[in-house]
């Protein structure tokens, strides 16, 4: 939620408070800048501004970092359009720890929005067996699942992201529109009601 968001954004500013050479509290406030921007609540040219701010210093401090990496990514997709740079650090991030789970995430958005989604597939299943309890990567599996048009399995992985996190707004958004897609309009309307309730609109 958005309050959830401004207490990350505390919780970040006050470990770089107390440790000013903390490269992850950067790598993870600059996460939530680019967050904000794309939840809508925080103005996009701000966002990416300190998003980039942050990250760069981030990366001074901890060069190669792949949680660094990874958000440098994030600002290249989200703000910048740049697949191949995007990509390019994902890369970055997978080659410094392979088994970093954020990283095989973040990768797999990057391939399924630029359409290869077999291998987005093959990059979130990864993911999931790196870090199998994250509703993130539950929910981006499902919705991944989604674009690949297999709603049943978009379905089931949305029920299953779920039951970690009964109310996760973006999991009963996907889980609606894949119900639209069975023909399930019941069921569906029923999602996006709770998706709405949940994420406070």
């Known amino acids: 939620s958005e309050d959830d968001l401004r207490k990350s954004i505390a919780h970040f500013e006050s470990a770089i408070v107390q440790d000013p050479g903390f490269a992850l509290a950067y790598a993870g406030l600059a996460n939530a800048y680019t967050l904000g921007a794309l939840l809508g609540t925080m103005s996009p040219g701000e ?3 300190r998003a980039a701010q942050l ?17 440098l990514a ?22 410094s720890n392979p088994s970093y789970a954020g990283g095989h995430q973040a990768y797999a958005i990057l391939l399924a ?7 987005a597939l093959g990059e979130i299943q990864r993911a999931r067996e790196l870090d199998p309890l994250s509703v993130v990567i539950g929910m981006q599996m499902a919705w ?14 949305s029920w299953k992201a779920l039951t970690l996190e009964p109310k996760f707004a973006a999991a ?17 309307i029923t999602e996006f009601q709770n998706a709405c309730s949940c994420s406070g609109h």
């Open 47 to 49: 966002a990416h501004r």
């Open 55 to 71: 990250i760069a210093t981030a990366l001074r401090i901890g060069d190669a970092l792949p949680e660094a990496c990874v958000s």
């Open 74 to 95: 994030g600002i290249k997709e989200l703000f910048d359009r740049d697949w191949s740079g995007a990509e390019s650090e994902c890369l970055r991030s997978l080659q």
């Open 113 to 119: 929005v630029t359409e290869r989604l077999d291998e």
């Open 144 to 157: 991944i699942l989604y674009l690949a048009r297999d709603f049943q399995g978009a379905i089931e992985q």
């Open 172 to 188: 009963q958004h996907t889980l609606g529109l894949a119900y639209e897609q069975t023909g399930l309009m019941d069921e569906a």
